[in-house]
């Protein structure tokens, strides 16, 4: 009965903190404040973890929101203020504790100060008895609790908001929440988490991979609510002349890592989908480190053949051939129906206007500067406009796979900024990972 009395209090409150945040909101746009993607993105910064994994829902899927939405939602792809330690070690305590076990039984050292925190998490380092370095992932207090309650009122949240705002009418409202809820409650299972970096180990051993590692999971310590690992060592694969500590040549780090990832998507149950400057790191014995698989991906490998020939077309201002492999990527229920010919024109006058205005594309300079891949990522916003315009509708994980390439994009400018992705010979997108 206690626990029926405290989840019925924490709906109730979390419902009427919702309100009042979403009714504040409603009062600014009565008195005259534009209902724009700028208003929508302070309420949800307000509303809390839900409605920021929404935000980042948004910024990452251009195939379903309006471009100035996921624009404006860009920000919320950055690391979150930190809770205080005692919150994580009630969580520890909770999951991690059996009988009169104390958190010193299982852990000789824990950093109060975390390594990173999230929406959903924290990381903080940690020493075993035995010696072992671990890091321990661990979800902030009553995170799915919240993410189910705010699931719950979504649905008359989102009917409001589209009364508010017209631009949010979405075409299907019902599997767009579908997408955010799989998304986000998947991100709370950290035993799938683990499960995601156990596939990939066994991708890279299958495929006799030694130049890329994983970390290890701690089973006996790792729960729906914490995952604990084995520690790796080294730095962000962000500064070239740090990476010189432990490597030859950046350029071939990159290579390596690129190979390792386009093999995945031919080979592995899953993608990495989430492979940030946070989230790939140079070791101190050189090899490469892909943490946190929280996010990932399934892509068919005919629809990631099409999207690497898609690109190359861009590149090539092969608008004709561009088209054809836009339809063949899977993204259309009637494919008979599209007019490649004039999907081939619209994306011709749609690429042509944006070299025109932008200096970007008309200096004649290789892309190697943060203004000119936001530029880039610009295009492709535009282009999931055409496509839509024509019937066309990206498979599920497109998103993540094309937000994982403007990653790739941004570490090639900093670590091999003469290399081209499609066309560098140490570079194979049909899927050879290195040994």
């Known amino acids: ?9 924490n709906v109730a409150n979390r419902v009427r903190q919702t309100a009042s945040v979403v009714g504040l909101s409603a009062l600014r746009v009565a ?3 534009r209902p724009d993607a700028v208003l929508l993105r302070e309420t949800f910064e307000q509303l809390g973890t839900t409605y920021i994994k929404i935000g980042q829902f948004i910024a990452s899927t251009p195939s379903l929101f309006p471009r100035e939405y996921v624009i404006a939602f860009q920000g919320f792809l950055d690391q979150t203020t930190p809770l205080p330690y005692k919150y994580i070690e009630q969580v520890l305590k909770e999951e991690l504790l059996q009988g009169n076990q104390s958190l010193d039984d299982l852990f000789a050292h824990i950093e109060r100060k975390p390594l990173a925190s999230a929406s959903i998490a924290q990381v903080h380092a940690a020493t075993l008895p035995d010696g072992r370095e671990v890091v321990l992932k661990v979800q902030k207090p009553d995170v799915d609790v919240i993410m189910q309650i705010d699931l719950g009122v979504l649905h008359a949240v989102t009917r409001l908001l589209e009364r508010l705002m017209p631009q949010m009418r979405f075409a299907s409202l019902s599997p767009v929440i579908d997408e955010i809820r799989t998304r986000m409650l998947a991100e709370t299972d950290f035993i799938a988490e683990a499960a995601n970096i156990r596939d990939f180990q066994q991708f890279l051993q299958a495929t006799g991979n030694t130049r890329v590692v994983a ?7 790792s729960t729906k609510r914490v995952l604990t690992m084995s520690r790796l060592h080294g730095i962000s694969m962000v500064d070239e002349v740090a990476m010189r500590q432990y490597c030859d040549d950046p350029a071939q780090i990159m290579a390596d890592t690129l190979n390792t990832w386009f093999a995945s998507l031919m080979f592995a149950n899953s993608f990495h989908a989430d492979l940030h400057a946070g989230n790939l790191m140079l070791l101190n014995d050189g090899r490469i480190g892909f943490i946190d698989f929280g996010i990932v991906g399934k892509l068919a490998p005919e629809s990631w053949q099409a999207c690497m020939g898609m690109m190359q ?4 201002s092969d608008y004709v051939t561009m088209a054809g492999c836009m339809i063949d990527m899977g993204m259309t229920h009637e494919r008979s129906k599209v007019d490649q010919a004039q999907l081939a024109g619209d994306l011709a006058k749609m690429i042509t206007r944006i070299m025109a205005e932008d200096k970007t594309y008309t200096s004649g300079k290789p892309f190697n500067s943060k203004e000119q891949a936001d530029e880039l990522n610009k295009m492709m916003l535009e282009i999931v406009e055409v496509g839509k315009r024509h019937g066309i509708h990206f498979p599920r994980d ?3 796979l094309t937000k994982q390439m403007l990653y790739f994009d941004r570490f090639m400018r900093t670590l091999a900024p003469d290399m081209d992705m499609f066309n560098d010979a140490r570079v194979s997108l049909l899927g050879q990972a290195t040994a």
Not at 215 to 221: A, K, N
Not at 313 to 316: F, I, K, T
């Open 215 to 221: 970390p290890d999971v701690i089973e006996t310590l």
């Open 31 to 33: 008195k005259g404040e």
């Open 398 to 400: 497109f998103a993540l």
């Open 313 to 316: 077309a861009l590149q090539e």
């Open 1 to 9: 009965m206690p626990n029926l009395l405290k989840k019925s209090f």
